[in-house]
């Protein structure tokens, strides 16, 4: 299994990013997948969730209507498009697939 995240980046305060996971070595099409994050100092925080036919969504509550996880089947990718960010977001966040990580991308939200 490989988990590949990318798009983090320093961005100012109600900016937007969009971060992507490439997966592969397993079946994509059939695993929900999953975005968390670990600020310094924080225990690591599921983020958002999207199931395998990206028709249901699973979000933390300070992350609602804020954050968008989406996913293409073909393409084996998910996506958690960020918006309104805040310094309380900046964080390394990770792609997740059962007990499989990514190494994570650095999202510095900072004036």
């Known amino acids: 299994v490989q988990l590949v995240e990318s798009g983090g980046g320093l961005v100012q305060p109600g900016g937007s990013l969009l971060l992507s996971c490439a997966a592969s070595?397993?079946?994509?099409?059939?695993?929900?997948m999953n975005w968390y994050r670990q600020a310094p100092g924080r225990e690591r925080e599921q983020v958002a969730t999207i199931n395998i036919f990206g028709d249901s969504r699973y979000y933390a509550d300070s992350m609602k209507g804020r954050f968008t996880i989406s996913r293409d089947n073909a393409k084996n990718m998910v996506y958690l498009q960020m918006s309104s960010l805040k310094p309380d977001d900046t964080a390394i966040y990770y792609c997740n697939v059962g007990n499989n990580w990514g190494q994570g991308t650095q999202v510095t939200v900072s004036s």
């Open positions: 070595g397993f079946t994509f099409s059939y695993s929900a």
